[in-house]
């Protein structure tokens, strides 16, 4: 009969399906970074947890649409899937919940020192003062790992040193969806199911079904379980730390735990690469791993970078610095980006088109004047248009200058590309676009034409100025003019920041008529349309839910209003997949779909 039910049960699982998503249309907004999801006004589903792993999927709770793992009940008391605890009365005994299974296991110890202290309190294990082990140092801030025992892990605090080893939760899969990551101590379960729990307080663990009340072991001599009304109480012991290496550990048959061989060999040197050490002699591997030399053997710990495992938050991204072992979450350079008939996406996020042609400060450090970037626009022969024309770099004594068709001269002189001025710039074309890179963090990409990107460090927050905002991390102040009022026209604020005198303009009457007339005949209409709505297809299907690409589209629509040629709409593409790629999306060929080659 048991046999029976569990083949019913299993016969029963599921794969469950993704979820479907809500269908309709994105709105845009024209301030991105005052709401969430780069400018959308979304409706979103309920966010369900990530169950991988979870073998005892249980239809959603009556409050919500999430399917939910199955928990555990001890002493009375629902534990959910994943929790951990310990004994009030005995910190050494530590408690999990996994899927309806509990693991009650002992810490196992370890003291590499001579003269160990006592625990602190309501800790289970005595601690070390210093904080070395196997020749690697143990910071405050994470955990240590011997490779000889991933298990075996210490952790340092106020300058005492603990190591533990616990044992590895039962798990809830069967043996074939378990996996071990490397370097990780205990495996996983890969995938899920869904099922009903089984009848009469039964337990299903891995492919087995027992009565409540059932003892029996599982999986190996190191664990005893007991099936409890639906929950399967497993008491795993935890093996002690070995000090001889893994290829003489020693298993006996009906044991447990591994041992070491009573004779050692006597030889106190270790040799390593042809390199030999002496009895306690420690070296280093790279930045996360050290080796010590004790009794002949070689032992060695790793630093756990635990960051690897988490998210950084939104605008930050991993880096690892240079002698560092492991990364941390740095801000990210902040963004201006020129495009078309001058649109604007300052380093807040804020959108705006503005065209002046005359020339302007586009971004300057206010605050230390380490350095200052200016634009000069041109009308191209138009009444109410322009494009940008050139870019102006000055850092110190250095002056860059970005011309069309992508020309360059350095303090005066043309350079060809690649260029490198020692400790100052270096300039490439990549993908059809320069890169200049400055030593004191400032960027720009320019295609030549019209398109322009600027990112600067994040430690510039708070001293810029100019067309690109004032880089505060707030979108509703960035029309800020030079004389520091804050307004609502756009042209108002372009003007402010107008230098060089009308000697710059290339249009008389500056700035143009705010009313931009553009040819409403329906072919050309339909002309607009087809050139601008490329982006909608597969080529750019990996931006869609990264970016709004309505804005782009728009401002796509206003390029060709005023357009002297027939490839004004390229400008909006270069901006529209270059924010894609830097938010990690791919595309290997979108100028080829789109006919879009830079003009250099």
């Known amino acids: 009969m048991i046999i029976l039910t569990a083949i019913l049960l299993l016969c029963g699982l599921q794969v469950m399906p993704d979820a479907e998503s809500i269908r309709g249309s994105r709105e845009p907004c024209s301030n991105e970074g005052e709401i969430v999801n780069n400018g959308y006004v979304e409706c979103l589903k309920e966010h369900c947890p990530n169950q991988q792993g979870c073998y005892m999927l249980q239809d959603e709770s009556k ?19 994943g929790s951990q605890w310990s004994d009030p009365y005995n910190p050494c005994r530590v408690l999990s919940c996994r899927t309806g299974v509990v693991t009650e296991s002992e810490v196992t110890c370890h003291t590499p020192c001579r003269h160990p202290l006592p625990p602190l309190p309501g800790k289970c294990c005595p601690t070390c003062p210093g904080c070395k082990i196997n020749g690697q140092h143990v910071t405050e801030d994470r955990s240590v790992m011997l490779l000889e025992d991933p298990c075996l892990k210490c952790h340092c605090d106020r300058g005492r040193m603990t190591c533990m080893k616990k044992a590895c939760p039962v798990l809830n899969c069967p043996p074939s969806a378990m996996i071990v990551h490397p370097g990780e101590c205990c495996p996983q379960c890969i995938g ?39 929950t399967s109480l497993c008491h795993r012991q935890s093996c002690p730390v070995l000090t001889c290496p893994a290829d003489r550990h020693i298993t006996l048959p009906g044991r447990c735990c591994p041992h070491c061989p009573l004779a050692l060999p006597l030889n106190t040197t270790c040799t390593v690469a042809g390199v030999t050490y002496k009895d306690g002699e420690a070296w280093q591997l790279d930045q996360c791993k050290s080796c010590i030399c004790q009794e002949g053997h070689v032992r060695c710990a790793m630093v756990q970078c635990t960051q690897l495992n988490k998210p950084c938050p939104p605008n930050f991204h991993l880096k690892r610095d240079p002698g560092q072992c492991c990364p941390k979450c740095v801000e990210s350079d902040g963004v201006c980006t020129v495009f078309g008939d001058p649109h604007y996406r300052t380093f807040d996020g804020k959108f705006f088109s503005f065209q ?30 322009s494009w940008t024309k050139t870019v102006s770099l000055k850092v110190g004594e250095l002056k860059v200058n970005l011309g069309d068709r992508q020309r360059v001269k350095v303090n005066g002189q043309k350079v060809p590309i690649p260029f490198h001025l020692e400790g100052l710039v270096t300039i490439a074309r990549e993908n059809e676009i320069l890169h200049v890179q400055t030593e004191i963090g400032v960027k720009i990409l320019w295609d030549g034409n019209s398109f322009l990107e600027v990112s600067v460090p994040a430690r510039y927050k708070g001293q810029l100025c100019g067309l690109c905002g004032n880089y505060n991390s707030v979108a509703r102040d960035d029309l800020t003019t030079k004389r520091g009022r804050v307004v609502l026209d756009a042209e108002k604020f372009g003007a402010s920041w107008r230098v060089g005198g009308k000697r710059a303009c290339t249009r008389p009457n500056d700035p143009p008529p705010r009313a931009v007339q553009c040819n409403q005949h329906l072919p050309y209409r339909r002309f607009r349309d087809r050139l601008c709505k490329p982006r909608r297809s597969d080529i750019f299907q990996a931006c869609h839910k990264k970016l709004n690409y309505s804005i782009y589209f728009k401002s796509c629509l206003l390029d060709m209003c005023g357009c002297p040629n027939r490839h004004c709409y390229c400008e909006s593409f270069t901006a529209y997949a270059q924010a894609c790629q830097r938010l990690g999306g791919s595309l290997p060929d979108w100028r080829s779909a789109t006919g879009c080659h830079s003009p250099h």
């Open 63 to 81: 409050d919500g649409c999430c399917h939910r793992c199955k928990g555990c009940m001890y002493n009375g008391e629902y534990k959910e899937s």
């Open 192 to 230: 899920n199911r869904k099922l009903m729990d089984p009848p009469n307080g039964r337990c299903l663990l891995g492919h087995s079904l027992h009565l409540s009340g059932q003892k029996f072991f599982h999986e190996d001599r190191c664990t005893t379980c007991q099936c409890q009304n639906g």
């Open 356 to 385: 002046g042609s005359c020339k302007y400060q586009l971004a300057t450090d206010c605050v230390g004047n380490t350095f200052s970037i200016r634009v000069t626009n041109d009308a191209r022969s138009t009444k109410t248009s």
